[in-house]
């Protein structure tokens, strides 16, 4: 999950709406890279150079172009409908 406490707890609440309650999550908050998971009050901190970390970054960044190029062609095609 793209952010911290507060936003794993709403993806664990909706895991488990869905019945989805045993699929493993972590939040990764970003600004200094904290990983949240569920039932545990302080966060991992893993190295600056820990492959692991890199890998979810990567991941988390691939998540955000994803996001933000969805949400520029839902608004091409609601400017398009417009016209």
């Known amino acids: 999950v793209d952010g911290g406490k507060g936003q794993l707890s709403t ?6 709406r869905l019945g989805l309650h ?3 999550i972590i939040g990764l908050a970003k600004e200094h890279e904290e990983i949240y998971r569920p039932g545990r009050a302080l966060p991992l901190h893993l190295p600056e150079d820990s ?3 890199r890998l979810l970054q990567r991941i988390r960044d691939e998540a955000h172009r994803f996001a933000n190029a969805y949400h520029q062609l839902l608004m091409k095609k609601r400017i398009g409908e417009s016209i």
Do not use: N, V
């Not at 993806?11 to 488990?16: I, P, R, S, W």
């Open 11 to 16: 993806a664990c609440k909706e895991l488990q």
């Open 22 to 24: 045993d699929l493993p």
């Open 51 to 53: 492959g692991a970390l």
